[in-house]
């Protein structure tokens, strides 16, 4: 069964640095890892989709990277700003019987302060 | 358009009630997913339509009861809850169920409806 871990659980920085959270996976035949923001109560929004035959996707400040055979990616944000404060999650999309189903990471609550 | 919508937002229900949840979306999707989520816990998966037929059920009990009446909605029935049921529901869709590596995996999620059984 898929694992996905997240670390670090918790984060809080001063605005204007630069973050990297980090997202590792059991079971290297994956899809596609995609990244996602939560604020609290609210739904997931999708930040970035990586499928498998990729390395990287970018999104203004946001880049993410993947390496599907030491399972892991990791999720850089440049110039934190107190708007980024949020729960990032990872998730894999896998194969056989598991299609459909995302396996999530349990996050990482990010606080940026000013 | 890459909206997935939800309603009621907050809904309160005693036990013995039957409600539903409700979820739409316009971007042509052909799979929907309904999760639920604990406090301070990622989503867990419930139920998977792929072209309007029940692909996935994960072992959910049957007080909760999907229904995807069209290609753009999907409907989750409540009856007799329990306390221990009171959570965030969210709703997402993608363009299908992945078979193979695409951008077309991507899954777009609602804001979720707070459910509260008392």
Redesign the interface.
Known sequence: KQEVTQIPAALSVPEGENLVLNCSFTDSA???L?W?RQDP??????LL?I???QREQTSGRLNASLDKSSGRSTLYIAASQPGDSATY?C?V?GRGST????Y????TQLTVWP | DTEVTQTPKHLVMGMTNKKSLKCEQHMGHRAMYWYKQKAKKPPELMFVYSYEKLSINESVPSRFSPECPNSSLLNLHLHALQPEDSALYLCASSQTIPTTSGAYNEQFFGPGTRLTVL
């Open positions: 994956i899809y596609n995609q996602f109560g609210k739904g997931l929004t999708s989709l499928q498998s035959s999650l998730a999309s299609l459909g189903r995302l999530f990471g349990r996050g």
